[in-house]
């Protein structure tokens, strides 16, 4: 299957996806402080959308500096996207939203659900921490899972979304490891997985190989990306 949306993992739990029009996605922009992004990603200088999974720093990263420079709308979670507010984001680039709902954009839509995980931003309450379903006109659906354990709803979320691409946590510590998140995307069942979320920092060292191969046994593709290169 072939899609004409393309996908890059930038290290840690960023995500960057241009729409088959050209719209310019950042998830969790965590960039300009990120060990594992190359320098030359770090500077952004198109971003129409930042979606945000939850306000730990290592998500929020670099989206006020980007927002301002780039004119992006920032998407998120109420709570977050108050905080957000009071850091000087415009209210006119502010898009909060909350779990189970949808929000449609130009060319793409997309859907908030839940992840087992705390969130917080500068020592402040920042809402629940989420996961985000994007669909692209008649394309592809993405999963991202911020940050997150194994739960049984993502078995529902698989049902519901259909998702064809899922990015996953694998880096223990302060997420689900390798092995657990291997069995979270069976539960969705996805036609690939992408690890993220490990190797960042030495609390967060795990294996991808181990996570594709438990996925391997379970007929899901694992892709394992260099951290700039397009996914899918
Ligand atoms: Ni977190
Ligand atoms: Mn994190």
Request: charged share 20%; net charge negative.
């Amino acid at each position: 299957m072939t899609f004409k949306t393309q996908a890059y993992w930038l290290g840690h739990s960023a995500v960057k996806l241009i729409s088959p029009n050209g719209t310019v996605i950042y998830i969790d922009p965590f960039l300009s402080q990120n060990p594992s992004t190359p320098e030359e990603l770090k500077e952004v200088e198109k971003a129409d959308y930042i979606l945000l999974t939850h306000g730990h720093e290592d998500h929020v990263g670099d989206t006020i500096e980007i927002a301002k420079k780039t004119g992006a709308k920032v998407v998120g979670i109420v709570e977050l996207m108050g905080l957000l507010g009071n850091e000087g984001l415009a209210d006119d680039q502010s898009v909060a939203f909350n779990k189970g709902g949808t929000v449609h954009f130009d060319d793409f839509s997309v859907t908030m659900v839940s992840a087992n995980h705390s969130s917080s931003f500068k020592g402040q309450y920042a809402g629940d921490p989420a996961g985000l379903i994007l669909s692209f006109e008649d394309d592809i659906c993405v999963y991202h899972m911020g940050d997150t354990n194994i739960f049984a709803d993502l078995e529902l979320y698989g049902e519901l979304y259909d998702p064809h691409l899922v990015f996953a946590p694998i880096g223990d510590h302060f997420t689900m490891g390798p092995e657990e998140a291997a069995y979270a995307v069976e539960m969705i069942d996805p036609l690939y997985a992408v690890p993220i979320h490990y190797n960042t920092w030495p609390p967060i060292e795990a294996d991808p190989a181990v996570f594709k191969d438990l996925l391997e046994e379970l007929d899901i593709e694992a892709r394992i990306p260099k951290i700039g290169e397009n996914i899918i």
